[in-house]
């Protein structure tokens, strides 16, 4: 027996109301993410490659105004052991590989 599909919509709009952004704001905050990132980059850097032998492609928060960072192998669990100790910090999340990021292009 086959079942049949509901052909009713999801209104996007009304569960996730957009955010309209002037360009000022958007360069903004481009700015701001990049500023922060410039901050937790060289403690990435200074660890980067101890620890990509043994702990490669996993994640790792950076809390800059400590220095201290954390790893798991997941990006949420790398998340939750930084929120516990630094719950209202912003962090900012590597992968620990030869870039530091996530994925290719």
């Avoid at 109301?17 to 990132?37: D, V």
């Avoid at 492609?57 to 998340?79: H, Q, R, T």
């Avoid at 620990?96 to 290719?104: A, K, M």
């Amino acid at each position: 027996m086959t079942e049949a599909k509901s052909n009713r919509t999801v209104c996007w709009g009304r569960i996730f109301p957009q955010i309209q952004w002037t360009q000022e704001q958007k360069a903004q905050w481009k700015a701001e993410h990049k500023a922060f990132k410039e901050r937790c980059q060289p403690i990435f850097d200074q660890v980067q490659q101890s620890l990509i032998k043994t702990y490669y492609n996993w994640y790792m928060a950076v809390e800059p105004e400590s220095g201290e960072y954390f790893i798991n192998k997941n990006a949420l669990g790398v998340a939750h052991k930084a929120h516990e100790k630094y719950p209202n910090a912003r962090l900012h999340v590597f992968r620990i590989n030869e870039t530091g990021v996530c994925g290719s292009v």
